[in-house]
């Protein structure tokens, strides 16, 4: 995956905006919000600076990862998707890191909602090029039956990314119900998708096996 010059201006602009209003943040800012959305988690303000540069680190780990990976040449073969699930992953992470800083000036007040929205959006983008991803050791479902077959891999990535499609899309049509039921909904999907995901992968390997 080559830089892009676009994401690396969004994150300076971030980190130049986070030291502007540093100045103007309480000692104390909200770092962690409870199902309910109330916060229930405070740290000190320097920590809005780390906030602001894990998008940095982030995309840093994907861009020079995948070159210490042993199947590095598939990643020519799926750049698009890891491109866009790098830079989605990014983007979200700055979202976060802004949501934070306006949640601690109180301008915006239910924090879970915009969570919830933003990390569903980013669950439907993952699953739509899951599909896509070649085998490898960095990035994808990294399971004991996935890393022993590549055609588990393949089998496990097409369905694993519908599943992920869907669970996004249930935590964006449940962001605008208040209180812990949408949580309950959200995890009671993903639930169910990492047991069908492991389940399916370790039968396929057995098919496989018993083929050989």
């Known amino acids: 995956m080559k830089h892009n010059k676009w994401i690396w201006l969004l994150i300076v602009l971030s980190f130049i905006g986070t030291i502007i209003v540093f ?13 309910n959305g109330e916060i229930n988690d405070y740290s000190s303000k320097y920590m809005i600076f780390f906030l602001a540069a894990l998008p940095a680190m982030i995309y840093l780990l994907m861009l020079y990862g995948p070159k210490l990976d042993p199947k ?13 699930i790098s830079i989605s992953t990014v ?3 700055v979202a976060i890191h802004w949501l934070t800083v306006l949640a601690t000036f109180n301008i915006i007040k239910h924090m879970d909602f ?6 569903g959006i980013l669950f439907a983008v993952m699953g739509n090029y899951m599909s896509q991803l070649r085998f ?6 990294r399971l004991p039956w996935t890393l022993a077959s590549e055609k588990v ?4 990535h097409r369905i694993g990314g519908i599943g992920f499609m869907l669970v996004g899309i249930i935590l964006v049509c449940t962001s605008f119900i208040r209180g812990s039921l949408s949580f309950i909904i959200f995890m009671t999907a993903l639930s169910i998708l990492i047991i069908f995901i492991m389940a399916y992968a370790y039968i396929e390997y057995q098919k496989e096996l018993k083929t050989k």
């Open 114 to 119: 915009f969570i919830k929205l933003i990390i």
């Open 72 to 84: 590095k040449e598939n990643y020519k073969k799926h750049s698009k998707a890891y491109s866009i």
């Open 153 to 156: 891999w393949k089998k496990t």
């Open 23 to 35: 100045p103007f943040l309480p000692e104390q800012i909200p770092t962690n919000w409870g199902i």
């Open 91 to 93: 983007l979200t992470l």
């Open 136 to 141: 490898n050791y960095f990035v994808g479902i």
